[in-house]
């Protein structure tokens, strides 16, 4: 079993930054590919980014492309999201996940694990 924890979200004016941190437990964190999503109130559950294994490939959606950056930390057992310039209908929650794909995966039926979530706000 793998177990998956978000921090970070908060309250942030438009234009601001945050970073999300996932920390994951459980089994070899480098055998899985990870991404993140998002779901704002009534609507369903988003791709935000992806990445590999290695961490030497990501994806992303074309919302946060220029914006949000996804890493990893092996020796950590942590992954990333960096999100700049924020804007209001990046509101949400943000779910960190993990799959046992190598390469990024950015459907959700890709996803064995999640995490409970972190909200994420931005004031315009």
């Known amino acids: 079993q793998v177990q998956l924890v978000e921090s970070g979200g908060g309250l942030v004016q438009a234009g601001g930054s945050l970073r999300l941190s996932c920390a994951v437990s459980g089994r070899t964190f480098s055998n899985y590919a990870m991404g993140w999503f998002r779901q704002a109130p009534g609507k369903e559950r988003e791709f935000v980014a992806a990445?590999?294994?290695?961490?030497?490939?990501?994806t992303s959606a074309d919302s946060v492309k220029g914006r949000f950056t996804i890493s990893r930390d092996n020796a950590k057992n942590t992954v990333h999201l960096q999100m700049n310039s924020l804007k209001p209908e990046d509101t949400a929650v943000y779910y960190c996940?993990?799959?046992?794909?190598?390469?990024?995966?950015?459907?959700?039926?890709?996803?064995?694990?999640w995490g409970q979530g972190t909200q994420v706000t931005v004031s315009s």
């Open positions: 990445i590999s294994t290695s961490g030497g490939s990501t």
């Open positions: 996940a993990a799959s046992f794909a190598v390469v990024p995966v950015s459907t959700r039926r890709q996803y064995s694990y």
